[in-house]
């Protein structure tokens, strides 16, 4: 798993943040564990977007679009 979470991270690098945590939390959607031990590769807190995993898709993509995300 660990080396999966690493491998997915490092070829994630230079997203920009906002496409990472959709992604992320799509991950997190499949297994709670690997959206997880992605995010913790990643340097990010998966806890601040966990419950974005019970969101309609549309509206995980309006929270992470350019315009809106980090407001």
Known sequence: KE???SNLAAAMQ???ERIL???LV??????????RG???????DMGKFA??????LKDLFEKTSEENYGR
């Open 3 to 5: 080396q999966l979470f």
């Open 14 to 16: 230079g997203v920009p």
């Open 21 to 23: 945590v959709r992604q």
């Open 26 to 35: 799509h991950f997190y959607k499949a297994d709670p564990d690997y959206g």
């Open 38 to 44: 992605v995010a913790a590769k990643l340097g990010l």
């Open 51 to 56: 419950a974005w995993a019970k969101l309609p």
